[in-house]
């Protein structure tokens, strides 16, 4: 096995609020290796972009970020800001969810992508408009020469998230990440950009975190996935290990809560009650045992750790997983 | 059996409705001849992606938006001929719920006022009267009304703001509510709770419900027919099961191969969808799905196909219907 690409240690994001210090990501492990991909999901809520924005050191000035993000060998935390910028766009590269904010309303495509190119790839102007066109031909936009001259104003939403797919592409990075690519975008166009970005991946050897609040978007294109919930992973797993083994209840309920077209109609929801908790006041239990079908007394005392489950590469947080085997668990 | 009993009798008839927005010099042909009808006591799910026009029939059918030509019968009288009085009498029976929660609740009224509003426009004078009515539906969506009544709009997360509307909804005891996109905007775990609701009110109230949505499988959980919509026109109706099941129209099929599914053993179909749905302002000749369809020929271009019964209770508007 090769070093990871990607380490993330215990990285935790405060936000200072009016209501009190925010607590967005509490205290996360991740890694990941080259080629692979990583799905982050989780409700509105959960940490998971503030935790992208953790890796990419984009966070909001006023947040106050611990841990460590090492990438390909350095500590971006500590990184200066040029080296940091150099870095950003030709080995780290970001898709935000919506590709009308994304891009700049007053610059032309064109414009957009060879202004990336040039300035990472030290490319002159023809060359990197040779290479503006072979991007977008490569990410399926038809007549991409023309394309060039409009503005994105003048795009569909799913052509948008194309171009700025391949803006995110234009340096070959090491690591992309899709924050979202695909919750504004219709079901058929979902899917298309998301076969893109597979695609993209497996020529590239690209490392993906895709992040999402719909499991049914990893579930085939993860190789392993993580859960979030009040800022903390609270299940971590392969993918086949998170959906048919899952150990964390918050994990069952999100998987229930979804509607399912081999449901007969009128069959009523498994859905989760409640919501989420205040992340302003930290709890001494589990985050979601005040959602929890399974809780007892212990969940609401104190804070159950990510630990292993059975399997290699499998954890979890909870004091009363479900589906162990036998013999194993709390 | 109680979904055969009321299919008897249509509460909405909707009839070769035609709606057309004026776009600088060009027109956008949002519904163009879309006749369906929903009975008393059944829920029509209505289902395609962004700009198919489904938006624009929901207003349609509750005249918030003109219709160029067709028609929409309610309960047997014809809404688009209706005006001032008349119109605003029908509209307590026929209430609408929106996608953004947030965004259609007043910031700065409390929710009692907000609530209260229909009540008030629907000359229900006395105080204590309005107050009760206020009090029940609140308690109906599971809101706290003492906790509830005296707070602002931001003191709520989207899906108690999203209860807020369709109490807000319920008030007057409508009988017939479009709800457009509903759960669009809520998490999942929220999304179940709205659409278990949506299921009560509709059996407490004794509702009929066009729901419209571009999720197939919010669509499937709540609706007892589907209508399948693309650029303007119905490619297919049936019973949500069988729909689901064996669709006919090709862009059915389509939609329900790009959800994707929450289970790693079902490897992703390579994507299946052709390119982008062409402008509303210039489509297409013939069946207008024929651009992305891969079984269309000739005949979908000169010819439009006309909705018509492939299976007992499924319709579809298709040349080459899927076997």
Redesign the interface.
């Known amino acids: 096995m090769s070093a990871p690409l990607l380490t993330i240690a215990d990285v935790a994001v405060e936000l200072p609020t009016p209501r009190g210090n925010l607590r967005a990501v509490d205290h996360v492990d991740l890694s990941l290796e080259a080629g692979r991909t990583l799905g982050i999901v989780g409700e509105s809520g959960c940490g998971k972009t503030m935790l992208s924005r953790a890796i990419l050191q984009l966070l909001p000035k006023k947040a106050k970020l611990s841990g460590r993000v090492m990438f390909d060998g350095q500590d971006l935390v500590r990184l200066a800001p040029e080296s940091l910028r150099r870095l950003r766009a030709r080995d780290l590269a970001v898709v935000f969810q919506d590709p009308m904010t994304s891009l700049n309303p007053v610059l032309t495509i064109g414009t957009q992508l060879m202004e990336t190119i040039q300035e990472h790839l030290e490319l002159d102007a023809p060359a990197a408009r040779k290479r503006s066109i072979e991007l977008l031909a490569a990410v399926g936009i038809p007549a991409p020469e023309q394309r060039l001259a409009q503005y994105p104003h003048q795009c569909s939403g799913g052509m948008r998230q194309r171009i700025a797919i391949a803006i995110a592409l234009s340096c070959e990075p090491k690591l992309l990440i899709a924050d979202e690519p695909t919750t504004a975008l219709d079901v058929t166009i979902q899917a298309q950009i998301l076969d893109l970005l597979a695609r993209e991946q497996r020529r590239r050897h690209m490392a993906m975190i895709i992040i999402t609040h719909d499991l049914g978007v990893v579930a085939g294109r993860a190789d392993e996935v993580a859960v979030m919930y009040a800022g903390r992973v609270v299940e971590r797993a392969p993918t086949q290990a998170l959906f048919k083994r899952m150990h964390m209840p918050y994990t069952e309920a999100l998987l229930a809560a979804i509607p399912k077209l081999e449901t007969a109609p009128h069959t009523p929801l498994p859905a989760i009650s409640g919501r989420p908790p205040d992340p302003t006041r930290p709890l001494k239990g589990c985050s979601f045992a005040q959602r929890c079908r399974y809780a007892a007394g212990r969940c609401h005392e104190a804070k159950p750790e990510l630990k292993s489950a059975e399997m290699p590469g499998h954890l979890y947080a909870c004091f009363h997983p479900i589906q162990m085997a036998e013999g194993i668990g709390a | 059996m109680m979904q055969l009993a009321v299919q008897n009798e249509p509460l909405l008839n909707v009839d070769n409705l035609v709606v057309e927005y004026g776009l600088g010099n060009k027109t956008v042909h949002a519904v163009s001849g879309v006749s369906l009808h929903v009975a008393r006591g059944e829920t029509l799910g209505l289902v395609g992606?962004?700009g198919c026009g489904k938006s624009t029939l929901g207003r349609a059918v509750l005249q918030l938006r003109r219709a160029k030509s067709g028609r929409v019968l309610f309960d047997g009288e014809d809404l688009s001929a209706m005006e001032g009085e008349a119109l605003r009498k029908m509209r307590r029976r026929v209430q609408l719920i929106f996608q953004d929660p947030i965004a259609s609740l007043n910031p700065r009224r409390r929710i009692g006022d907000i609530v209260a509003e229909p009540l008030i426009i629907a000359g229900v004078k006395d105080a204590a009267e309005r107050k009760r009515r206020v009090h029940d539906v609140l308690s109906a969506v599971g809101l706290d009304p003492d906790l509830v009544a005296g707070r602002l709009p931001h003191e709520f997360?989207g899906?108690q703001c999203q209860r807020i509307c369709i109490a807000r909804s319920l008030v007057l005891n409508p009988e017939f509510i479009v709800c457009d996109e509903p759960v669009s905007a809520l998490?999942?775990?929220?999304?179940?709770?709205i659409?278990?609701l949506l299921?009560e009110m509709k059996a407490r109230f004794g509702l009929t419900l066009l729901f419209i949505a571009?999720?197939?499988?919010?669509v499937?959980?709540?609706?007892?027919r589907v209508a399948v919509m693309y650029l303007g026109r119905l490619c297919e109706v049936g019973r949500?099961?069988q729909l689901?099941a064996k669709p006919a129209h090709p862009y059915t099929g389509?939609?329900?191969?790009?959800?994707?599914?929450?289970?790693?053993?079902?490897?992703?179909?390579?994507?299946?969808?052709i390119?982008?749905p062409p402008s509303p302002i210039a489509p297409p000749s013939g069946c207008r799905f024929r651009t992305r369809c891969p079984r269309a020929d000739q005949r979908c271009s000169a010819e439009i196909p006309e909705l018509r019964e492939v299976a007992p209770g499924q319709f579809a508007a298709c040349h080459h219907p899927l076997a």
Do not use: C, M, T, Y
């Not at chain 2, 389509?254 to 969808?273: C, G, M, N, Q």
């Open positions: 992606e962004s997360s899906g998490d999942v775990s929220i999304r179940a709770q659409l278990n299921e571009h999720d197939l499988a919010v499937k959980a709540v609706s007892d949500s099961e689901f389509l939609l329900l191969e790009a959800i994707p599914v929450p289970d790693p053993d079902v490897r992703p179909a390579e994507s299946v969808a390119g982008e």
